[in-house]
């Protein structure tokens, strides 16, 4: 090994404890997966289909498809340079889009707590556009300009660079990311806080916004560090924790779901496909608010408001997310709550 260039040494070096990382995830990510795929069987697979459910499913598989790859590149056997280049390219765009996919379940999150407002919904799809626009491009730019070679000594395996992109590319796109978490982290925290002022007393107020709002804390530690690896660390260094923070990403997104369907779950039911009620989330119940004040469901929940005085007239205010409707989307989650602060008082 000493007559091998300090250079391929160092990417050998590089590319084994990137893949300690790696396999780390996996086996984090599995143990997630098997410890709440019973709570996804019973509170998402029975729900209609809508984009919200579409997302949150791929949420949660698309990591557990790109995470194998992305470890079997590190110890691939001799590989022609254009076969390293396409086990690199495809699962790091994957792995790109699994953090997007992540954190548009995290937008409807904002979206949902802001009592649904036009404003604030126009403002979230402007902001996921420049972002996803700001990741996607610069990072399968840089993946189109990185080289890979053969492997100069056989006695070497796997996939060798040998002339990595523009650095640059890589922090527009670590920047843009970094910069969504931090804003989502921000507009959660603030509407948490202000809405827990009004609901003191809903019993999902715990879970619905506290729990959320340090899921939206961690996610956004996770980014800032790995930001802060990428721009100090060495260039072999520079994607060591970016499995990590896709990883928990994901696993943190998917969370925040999961746990707000089960604690909503004596008080709420969903329609199956059938049409039947399940005891799963769908349908709030108002803890003491007539239906104009009733605090709304969250959008991911893609089913229908109930207020207490449902149980006698069975009147329902529908809250599907495929239905962009204004009188849909114009149903306030609390009355006297609007966007921006301050207005309509």
């Not at 560090?225 to 990883?247: E, H, K, S, T, W």
């Not at 997104?253 to 369907?261: E, F, K, N, P, S």
């Not at 004596?266 to 239906?291: H, I, N």
């Not at 009733?294 to 089913?303: E, H, L, P």
Request: proline share 7%; aromatic share 12%; net charge positive.
């Amino acid at each position: 090994m000493d007559s091998f260039p300090p250079r391929f040494l160092d990417q050998i070096a590089s590319s084994l404890l990137a893949n300690y990382f790696n396999v780390a995830s996996l086996v984090v990510l599995t143990l997630e997966y098997f410890q709440t795929v019973g709570q996804e069987a019973k509170l998402i697979w029975p729900t209609q289909w809508s984009y919200v459910k579409v997302i949150f499913i791929l949420n949660r598989y698309l990591p557990l498809a790109l995470v194998p790859p992305i470890i079997y590149y590190n110890v691939a056997p001799l590989l022609p340079a254009l076969t390293c280049k396409l086990l690199f390219t495809v699962p790091a765009i994957g792995i790109a889009c699994s953090i997007l996919v992540a954190d548009a379940l995290l937008y409807i999150r904002i979206y949902a707590v802001s009592g649904r407002s036009t404003i604030m919904r126009n403002i979230l799809v402007a902001n996921a556009l420049c972002v996803f626009g700001l990741a996607l491009g610069p990072w399968a730019f840089y993946l189109i300009k990185t080289v890979f070679i053969d492997s100069p000594f056989p006695e070497l395996s796997g996939c060798f660079g040998s002339e990595p992109g523009p650095v640059y590319l890589v922090m527009v796109t670590f920047g843009s990311l970094l910069y969504s978490t931090i804003v989502t982290a921000a507009l959660f925290v603030f509407y948490a806080v202000r809405l827990s002022r009004t609901s003191r007393a809903n019993p999902l107020l715990k879970v619905l916004y506290i729990d959320g709002a340090l899921y939206f804390i961690s996610i956004a530690a996770l980014s800032i560090i790995n930001g802060l690896v990428a721009v100090l660390a060495p260039d072999r260094y520079r994607f060591l924790l970016a499995i990590p923070q896709a990883v928990f990403h994901n696993i943190l997104a998917a969370r925040m779901v999961l746990d707000i369907r089960e604690a909503a779950r004596t008080d709420m039911g969903f329609r199956s496909v059938s049409g039947s009620k399940r005891e799963t989330v769908g349908e709030f119940k108002a803890p003491s608010e007539p239906q104009k004040s009733t605090f709304g469901s969250d959008v991911a929940t893609g089913g229908v408001i109930q207020s207490k005085q449902s149980d006698s007239t069975g009147t329902t205010l529908p809250t599907d997310p495929e239905s962009l409707e204004d009188r849909t989307w114009g149903t306030k989650a609390q009355s006297g709550f609007k966007y921006p602060p301050g207005g309509g008082r």
